[in-house]
């Protein structure tokens, strides 16, 4: 009788064994697709960058900007205006503004 009851105990332990031998840490398996690593590890967040991007400068477009006029009117216009007539000159908007042209209310230059 004490044969067969360490030989039960025997298999209790063996039984026991292969049941909680899965419940350990183990190895997870390497994502088969890109997709699969994405989705698993989290983007890391951006870093607050210590420099602002400069604000553009209004002036220096102004500058730099070409607008029409024409020989008879008293607007500068941007290119493809309905107003704009054949006859159109092109100058910067801060020579046009100096030359006393103000600006046209339909394109808006």
Known sequence: MALRSSVVTAV???VAAALFAGCGPQEQPAPSSPR???VAQPS???EPTAQAAPAPQP???QATE???VTRTGSKYHR????YLSQSKIPMTKQAAIANGYSAC???RP
């Open 12 to 14: 209790l332990m063996l």
């Open 36 to 38: 699969a690593s994405q």
């Open 44 to 46: 890391p967040a951006p």
């Open 59 to 61: 002036q220096q477009e």
């Open 66 to 68: 070409t607008v029409y």
């Open 79 to 82: 290119d493809g205006c309905r």
């Open 105 to 107: 209310s339909v394109c």
